[in-house]
């Protein structure tokens, strides 16, 4: 059994920034890539940006630059900093592991979600 918890999402202007924070545990292993999905009102789930344990990132077009990933295997636990907030960013963020690296097809563990509005 594998637990993620979100934290840190919330309201924002645009340009402003938010930290996600995503601690796994229970049966889970540090080697597996993590990710960030987010899925706004009508819209499909989407990929924003994964981390492998040796640090490899990947991110959706529309977030580089303005996002980064990380993640410290000690404690399984993955970060997405997001700067330069803008409106379409609103959406529920999902935090995943064991994602597929090369399709990016999503993993079977998912967070509870974190709410990130971006409004002002």
């Known amino acids: 059994q594998v637990q993620l918890v979100e934290s840190g999402g919330g309201l924002v202007q645009p340009g402003g920034s938010l930290r996600l924070s995503c601690a796994a545990s229970g049966s889970i292993l540090s080697i597996y890539p993590m990710g960030w999905y987010r899925q706004a009102p009508g819209k499909q789930r989407e990929l924003v940006a994964a981390?492998?344990?040796?640090?490899?990132?990947k991110y959706a077009d529309s977030v580089k630059g303005r996002f980064t990933i990380s993640r410290d295997n000690t404690k399984i636990t993955v970060y997405l900093q997001m700067n330069s907030l803008k409106v379409e960013d609103t959406a529920v963020y999902y935090c995943?592991?064991?994602?597929?690296?090369?399709?990016?097809?999503?993993?079977?563990?998912w967070g509870q979600g974190t709410q990130v509005t971006v409004s002002s």
């Open positions: 981390i492998t344990s040796g640090g490899h990132t």
């Open positions: 995943n592991s064991e994602l597929n690296w090369a399709s990016s097809k999503p993993g079977d563990y």
